[in-house]
């Protein structure tokens, strides 16, 4: 049985719908990222589970038992917000103390109890000679980590992290998704991370969610969602440069910019589909080149190809080029709805 069960869930604020629908189930010792572009309702699902937002209708369940009417502290949930929101007059001891003091009556949790407790949290996430340090004197990564030690130190059964990687710059934060990773399989939590960030989410995610408008658009791992996206909104939403996407009279098409290469370079041209590629602009961004242009036939269309630097190819701008795309890295999409429909003949679907 699912850790965490999620049915009918929706929000309304006001007229808004901010969550339509949500079903979902989460996996004890999951690491699930909620993905989705500011606005789609990831967020307010999140606080959902924790109980920090009444839903307007359907059911969280957690262990089995129904805790939709329950409130935070009784859900065996934690929550690490994006600011981290520690507290500056205390020290990161105190800090990490601070959810079991207010515990100490229901749980019995005696000054002994508590130290252990913080000392041995501390020293899984490696920040055990930090404890008498204020949070002014941290770094962005220790000041996530106090954070999620105080989010841990409960033992809860589900720790629900709100974009907690925003704040430290880009190479902190490659460094600190290997640390988060690295703890949440080292400790077996289950782990419900929100961002809008495809690269944590491809990163981290054991699975991701994708939303839009406050629906779920696809479930799957990393993998499944980059490769078989479920419609036109996930195909774009993932990869750095996005999916192209072209338009046909019957059905739109798309392809990565990874698969767009010269033709030269395909190794099974009789299973390819060959385009005449006008080239614009070439950016070079050390391991790749990416290639902005035309495909012929879709001249308002802006066409995407990313070829490794290390490939010696000559583009050069404002000329003519055949590239070309293997037939199965070809994806089709139904014009109207966006919905991914089966493999079509190319020449039938233009």
Do not use: W
């Amino acid at each position: 049985m699912s850790l965490v069960q999620i049915s009918g869930l929706k929000k309304y604020f006001d007229s808004v719908q901010a969550v339509d629908g949500v079903d979902l189930e989460i996996e004890q010792g999951e690491f699930l990222v909620i993905l989705g572009p500011s606005g789609c309702g990831k967020t307010t699902l999140m606080r959902m589970i924790a109980g920090l937002e009444k839903p307007t209708a359907g059911r969280v369940g957690i262990g089995g038992a129904d805790v939709t009417a329950l409130p935070p502290r009784k859900r065996g949930v934690s929550m690490v917000f994006q600011s981290y929101a520690l507290y500056p007059h205390m020290n990161v001891f105190n800090n990490i103390a601070f959810p079991l003091r207010a515990q100490r009556r229901e749980k019995k949790f005696d000054k002994r109890a508590i130290r252990e407790k913080v000392e041995n949290t501390a020293r899984l996430l490696e920040i055990d000679m930090l404890l008498d340090r204020r949070p002014r004197q941290l770094s962005g990564g220790q000041r996530q980590r106090v954070a999620i030690a105080r989010a841990m130190v409960t033992q809860p059964a589900v720790l629900l992290l709100d974009e907690p990687l925003s704040n430290l710059d880009a190479k902190l934060r490659a460094n600190a998704r290997d640390e988060l990773k690295d703890f949440q399989r080292s400790s077996n939590i289950t782990a419900v991370f929100v961002t809008h960030d495809q690269i944590e989410a491809m990163g981290l995610g054991d699975r991701i969610v994708v939303m839009s408008e406050g629906k779920i658009q696809q479930i799957g791992t990393p993998q499944q969602i980059y490769d078989d996206p479920a419609n036109e909104f996930v195909a774009t939403f993932l990869g750095s440069p996005s999916m192209n996407i072209l338009s046909g009279d019957r059905y739109n098409f798309g392809f990565r910019p990874e698969h767009f290469l010269p033709k030269t370079l395909n190794d099974n041209p009789q299973n390819a589909r060959i385009f005449h590629y006008f080239v614009k602009r070439v950016e070079y961004l050390g391991s790749d080149r990416l290639v902005y242009g035309y495909v012929q036939g879709h001249d308002s269309q802006l066409t995407l190809a990313k070829v490794p630097s290390n490939v010696r190819v000559s583009l050069d701008v404002d000329s003519d080029y055949e590239f070309a795309v293997h037939n199965s890295d070809i994806k089709f999409f139904d014009r109207r709805s966006g919905i991914r429909v089966a493999q079509q003949n190319l020449a039938e679907a233009l």
